[in-house]
Structures are given as C-alpha cells and as structure tokens.
C-alpha cells in the first residue's frame, strides 16, 4: 500500500470514528476563526516539546501521542465545554439563579497530504443544556448567559474550504454559520451578554441569519487582495424553521422560507501588514438584503429586508514594545434596518478591552461593555393602537474580567446591569454571572 492510501484509508477511519462524537459538542471558541485554529493545532503538533498536564495545550493532552500522529497526517480536533453560571439578586420579574452549558467538538480534515493542496474539510457540533435567566426570572431581551440557545444535541458545521493565492482567497460551501464569517470580531468573545458574544444580537431579532450553533446552506468568499482590505461575500439559505431544535442541525433541506440571504462585507486593516509597528485596527462596513417576503408590523407583507452595519475597533494604548499585543482596545458596532418590519431598527454597542493589564498576566482581558438596542417605532405604535404597552428600549452595561489560569483553563467573573428590560416596565436587573471554560482535546 503505498502512502497515499495509507493516508486515505486513516483519513476514513477516523471520520468513522469520531463523526458521531460531533453530534455531541461546540461553543463561542469552537464558533469562530475555525481554519486559524486548526492550523495553529497542526503547528503546535510539529514540534518535540511535550509538557506537562498543567503547562500543556489541552486538559487531556496529547493522548499518548496519538493526536501528534494525526495532527501530522493533516487530522486534527478541538474540544471545550464552557458554563454560564448567573443569578439575579436585584430586579427583573423575579429574582433567581441560572445555569447553562455547552460541550464542542470540532474536526478539521487538511487535504494536503493526499494531494489536494488548499482542500480542507471541517465540521462541528454541539452539546447544549441548562436554562436561562432572561427568560425565567428577568424577561429581558439580550440573554444574559452566551452559552444559552438550543438547549440540544446539533450538528453545527458541515463544510468543504479551499485557500489559495497563500490564503489570499478563501472558498467555503456546505453547512455554514454566517456568524461566524460576517459580524464578527475576537473581542466580542471576551464578553458574556450575548448582546455582545459571537455577533451584535439585534440581527438574529430581525432575519434569520445563522449563527453558532445553527447553520444552513451556503457559500462563502473571502479575498484579500491587498494587506490593508480585506472583502467577503456570502450567499445562505434563509430558513428560520430548520434552525428548530427538534431537527437536530440535520433537516438538510434547500426548501426557502424567506428567500436567499445575500451578504457583503469590506474590512480596512490598519497596521496589519507584517512587521507592521502601529497600532492595529479594523474598519468594517457591511450590508445584507434578503429576497423574502417579510411581515410588517402594520399587517401585509413586503418584499425583501436588509440592514447596513458597521463594525470599527482599534487599539489605542499599547504596553510594551512596538509589537505588544498588550494594551486597551475600543470598539462599537452599529446597525441600522427598517423600522416598518425589524424588531430592532437601531442597535448600537460599544466597548473597551485592555489585554494584559496586570504583571504577569499577559492573556487576561478586563473588559467593559455597553449595549442600546431600540425597538421599533412602527411596532410600538401598534401595540399602543392594540392597547398593549409599547415596548421601547433596553441597555445592558456589562463589566467582566478574563483570567487565563493556563493554556486551557479560564474564569470569567462578571457583572451586569439591565436598564428598562424588554423595553416595559420591568424592575431594573443586576446580575452577577461567571463564565468557565475548559479545552479538552
């Protein structure tokens, strides 16, 4: 047998293996930047240093060396299980204490090794249990605990990549999270509203855009043609009924409810360039439109939906020399929709984030946030006419702390502040929350 079908034939293997262990995890770390990672898995298993279980790069190591011989065959996985853990000792409809968990696993499979240079496979999934306290005891709108949604076992990704021109071009098609490619940024991981987490919220309130752990149909390029911009193009299949639970992340169907999702976005990179000296930034500006057909509050319908947004962050104080990643970042996000058929017409957050501020620790992240989300005028009108009371905006200020104890192990103490919950006359809530995560594999 010679090395190609070696490798072929392990390839196979291991897809058998280990494809029904995805039908059991992922969370925000799993969601996010998934081809950056693998690749960095793959350059760790290079080396000879092997640490000990405290030091190492995961939980449970290197099992034995078996993740290095995969790893080297192009074969890698990315496990974690994250906990959001939140109580609500002051205001909201009832004060009480939530708990919620999610356990990941990913698998990417690099073609190179049996001649299909660029080629990769991945896929994920998920593990989600426990309950939220947004909706059991405060009622507002942007939940308090990331970790919380589809309280399920799902099939996250399913999808075929290919880079070329040095990872100038990238080519996605399959099961895909737009989340994770559009409206997104690493600082907003560091947060545990998800207001901020993942994605500025207020998108999944108006269309149905996909998100981790929920994916649909869809194809993805990225192009990079100078170092300082970066443009993305997507097309997904919009269909809010197979995000439902009950199916799993399996309805594999291409029937539309609402059209296609139509998505473009264009990042200026400032400083990004390699051996750049200056303070990095990204200047992002997005639009999407979907083709369906969509309610207005007002009764009827009416043809397509679309939403213009922004996304800026940049770094302005840097500790440490002129490539020192230490230091405290801005960032806000701004998106904007019509108000006659999207539940949040405006949303605005913004935030600031300091990476390594203390000696000694240079992986933690002090983070404080502030989130507005106005609901639609249009509706509230309505609910007014119906005799019902109009729904108007609501804030969340979020303060959190980031403690890396070691290359797999973290704690996030946080606090947060819920002003006029779901827009109503709900009390005020202050929630006292913690985020824990660990990488297994």
Sequence with gaps: MDKA??????????????????LLGADHRISQ?????????????????????????TMTGDWEGRLTKLARMGITFDSN?????????????????AYAGSYGLSLNINCEKVGFQGLDLFSSAVWRTGTSLSQRKIGNQFPVQQVFGSQTVKLNELYLSLAAWEEGILIKAGRLDAGND???????????????????VAVFFNVPFTAYPNSTWGAYLFCRPYQYL???????????????????????????????????????????????????????????????????????????????YFLFDQMIVRQGGSLSTRGLTSFISLLLAPKNRNLFPFYFDAGLQYRGLFPGRPDDYLSLGYIYGKYSSTQARVQRSEGKEAENFETVWELSYWAQINQWFYITPDLQYIVHPRGLHIPNAFVIAAQIGFDIW
């Design 182 to 200: 559009f409206l997104a940024s690493p600082l907003y991981s560091r947060y545990v509203n998800n207001g901020f987490n993942g994605n500025p």
């Design 230 to 308: 970066s443009m993305k193009y997507a097309a997904f299949n919009a269909n809010s009924d197979v995000l439902k639970a009950k199916y799993h992340g399996v309805n594999f169907t291409f029937q539309s409810t609402n059209g296609v999702l139509w998505i473009t976005e264009w990042c200026a990179l400032v400083n990004q360039e390699q051996g750049a000296s200056g303070m990095p930034g990204h200047y992002k500006v997005g639009y999407y439109y979907m083709t369906g057909d969509e309610p207005k509050f007002t009764g009827g319908k009416q043809r397509g939906d679309q939403c213009l």
């Design 5 to 22: 079908q070696y490798l072929s034939r392990e390839i196979l293997r291991c897809v058998f293996l280990f494809f029904p262990l995805l």
């Design 33 to 57: 930047a998934s081809r950056q990672r693998h690749q960095a898995i793959r350059e760790h298993y290079k080396g000879t240093e092997r640490l000990g279980w405290w030091e190492g790069r």
């Design 81 to 97: 299980f994250t906990t959001d853990i939140a109580a609500n000792p002051v205001g909201g409809q009832a004060k009480g204490f």
